[in-house]
């Protein structure tokens, strides 16, 4: 049973932009926050951005400023735009449910060159 998809990422050079999406199942998108995650090759997975339903967004300091999460709370549907990216946001990138509680979905991959 697919709960999460992900979806937007591919190549694009420094400075460039991308927007993620990340269609979920309802039981999950129903939770009142949402996240967007992070992995890069051998590093651990971190939370870079994260929604409540009521449109209340953190970031983590590293992408603050140049990514924007958002939610259409109607179509279970998670964003994320990214703006002035940088080598360093290559990585596969997840959305999930918080706290998860489901399995992680596919993730999309970003590859930021120089």
């Known amino acids: 049973q697919v709960q999460l998809v992900e979806s937007g990422g591919g190549l694009v050079q420094a400075g460039g932009s991308l927007r993620l999406s990340c269609v979920a199942s309802r039981s999950i998108f129903s939770m009142n926050t949402m996240g967007w995650y992070r992995q890069a090759p051998g590093k651990q997975r971190n939370l870079v951005a994260q929604?409540?339903?009521?449109?209340?967004?953190n970031y983590a300091d590293s992408v603050k400023g140049r990514f924007t999460i958002s939610r259409d709370n109607a179509n279970n549907t998670l964003y994320l735009q990214m703006n002035s990216v940088k080598v360093e946001d290559t990585a596969v990138y997840y959305c999930?449910?918080?706290?998860?509680?489901?399995?992680w979905g596919p993730g999309t991959q970003v590859t930021v060159s120089s």
């Open positions: 999930a449910g918080i706290p998860r509680r489901h399995s």
């Open positions: 929604i409540t339903k009521s449109g209340s967004a």
